[in-house]
């Protein structure tokens, strides 16, 4: 007759906390956007014109540079502004995500816990239908030669009674052994994974709202 072994079970007492879970990004000071302007500079930079036409047409282009970076500054300050909300929503949305994976980890985990426990009742259950079988066996061996047939059945329905329950009692602490390898090996790596991409996800968000967005910091901006 088979029989189901089995060793501790990793991960059956695991915790599914995490430190960090998307804490509040710590507010940042309020910062006006630059934007940088080579071309102004270089307007300012050349030779002082002493022509008055020159004059005028300097402070012309001057004064059209400066009024198209205003509008320039207020049209980015608005769309960066509309993405600061955007961001904040997602990032709120990340840190939820995270908390309630956190939970589904954490209650993965007492379940295990109890399915392990459950596996241990069925495992010694196992034991007991088994030793059930040799106790059965060894009463009909002891039968005197003289036993009357009566008694001679009645022990071999015993032998066969107790056999059927051993192998009910195997079968369902075999079904319990399966189960809880599949939650170790598939199911508890498969939620922790979820779990780090989840952290990652809420991190990259934090990051662009403490002002690290990769997208402005290419052009030399700097946003609130």
């Known amino acids: 007759m088979s029989t189901v072994k089995m060793t501790s079970v990793p991960g059956a007492r695991f915790s599914g906390t995490v430190e960090h879970a998307g804490s509040d990004v710590a507010a940042q000071p309020e910062e006006k956007l630059k934007l940088p302007d080579g071309t102004f500079a270089f307007l300012t930079s050349l030779p002082r014109p002493t022509d008055a036409a020159d004059q005028a047409e300097l402070k012309y282009l001057l004064g059209a540079r400066f009024e198209l970076n205003e509008r320039t500054l207020k049209y980015a300050e608005s769309r960066i502004a509309a993405w600061h909300v955007d961001t904040e929503t997602a990032h709120e949305a990340a840190k939820l995500a995270v908390r309630e994976q956190n939970a589904v980890i954490a209650k993965l985990a007492a379940n295990l816990y109890e399915d392990t426990q459950a596996w241990v009742s069925a495992d010694n259950a196992r034991r007991q239908a088994e030793s059930a079988v040799g106790v059965a066996e060894r009463e009909y061996k002891s039968l005197s030669r003289f036993a009357s047939k009566k008694e001679i059945t009645e022990a071999e329905k015993r032998i066969e009674l107790a056999q059927k329950n051993s192998k009910a009692a195997e079968t369902k602490a075999g079904e319990w052994f399966t189960h809880l390898n599949v939650i170790k090996a598939i199911t508890v790596p498969a939620e ?33």
């Open 192 to 224: 922790q994974k979820k779990l780090a991409a989840l952290m990652e996800a809420e991190l990259e968000l934090a990051a662009q709202l403490a002002g690290k967005d990769p997208v402005l910091a290419k052009f030399g901006l700097q946003q609130r």
